[in-house]
């Protein structure tokens, strides 16, 4: 099983960068996408119709927006956490037979860290719920987390400590969630790669020197650590300031209840 993550910065921009070759060429099971930016009915995805469409828009026009595209027909359908709305469209929870997959676009403290608090405060709500459903059954987590957990995770980390994505609050909450039983899989696979990054800044020549950042991930819970295939990170894509992360599975392996129904739904 294929799975495919991305912030595409803006999806109506990336698929005049190529978005769809891209999603052809991967034929993923589950393809993800943070920061749509779009209301309904804004685009039409021209794809395979064995894919189904789960879209989580934001209030605001323009702003933030997930989406799935899975090949795998969902047992339940969850927009949001507490409830099955959030206004921003940051999440959306599928539940299969064998493991729940959750796509985030955390929220980002802003650069004069005017939004840490709520941040924060979002990071143990948000940590709660992932472990309400992994009490249930297992749980894959990808999206945009908007934070570079060590100082592998960025090119200058020293230039960057205490600014967002990287103050040791967002650091501490990200440890915390893999502490409550996720797994890293990239670092899983890869736990001295340097050099492997997700997100760039605009700024001129600093993608072409690879001065990034990686704050996108594929969590996992601990005991799916068996079914874990690969993990990378395909950098050479272009059409966002986000490049696609990939997570394979061994289906084989997967265990985890076939029970249905989300957690307080």
């Not at 993550?5 to 921009?13: F, Y």
């Not at 493991?99 to 860290?113: E, M, Q, S």
């Not at 924060?120 to 987390?145: I, M, N, T």
Request: charged share 25%; aromatic share 12%; hydrophobic share 35%.
């Amino acid at each position: 099983m294929k799975l495919v993550s991305w912030n595409v910065n803006g999806l109506r921009a990336c698929v005049n960068k190529g978005f769809n070759d891209y999603f052809a060429q991967m034929d993923a099971d589950l393809f993800c996408l943070q920061e749509t930016k779009l209301q309904e009915g804004q685009i039409t995805m021209e794809m395979d119709s064995a894919y189904e469409q789960y879209w989580n828009y934001a209030e605001k026009k323009g702003y933030s927006g997930t989406a799935v595209f899975t090949k795998v027909k969902p047992l339940t359908v969850r927009y949001g956490m507490e409830e099955d709305h959030e206004p921003e469209g940051r999440i959306i929870t599928l539940e299969f037979d064998k493991f729940y997959l959750v796509t985030v676009y955390t929220p980002n403290a802003k650069r004069d860290l005017s939004r840490l608090d709520y941040r924060l405060e979002w990071e143990e709500r948000f940590r709660s719920y992932l472990q309400q459903l992994d009490a249930h059954k297992p749980v894959l987590v990808c999206g945009d987390l908007n934070v570079a957990h060590h100082e592998i995770d960025l090119k200058n980390a020293k230039g960057n400590k205490n600014n967002s994505g990287f103050t040791p609050e967002e650091r501490d909450k990200m440890t915390q969630l893999l502490g409550a039983g996720f797994l890293d899989t990239f670092r899983h696979f890869y736990p001295d790669q340097t050099d492997a990054y997700t997100w760039w800044s605009n700024m001129p020549k600093v993608r072409e020197r690879n001065v990034g950042w990686r704050i996108d991930y594929f969590l996992a819970s601990a005991r799916l650590a068996p079914a874990l295939a690969d993990a990378r990170i395909d950098a050479a894509i272009l059409g966002s300031d986000h490049c696609p992360i990939v997570l394979e599975l061994d289906e084989e392996k997967l265990t985890g209840s076939s029970d249905s129904g989300l957690i307080n739904q």
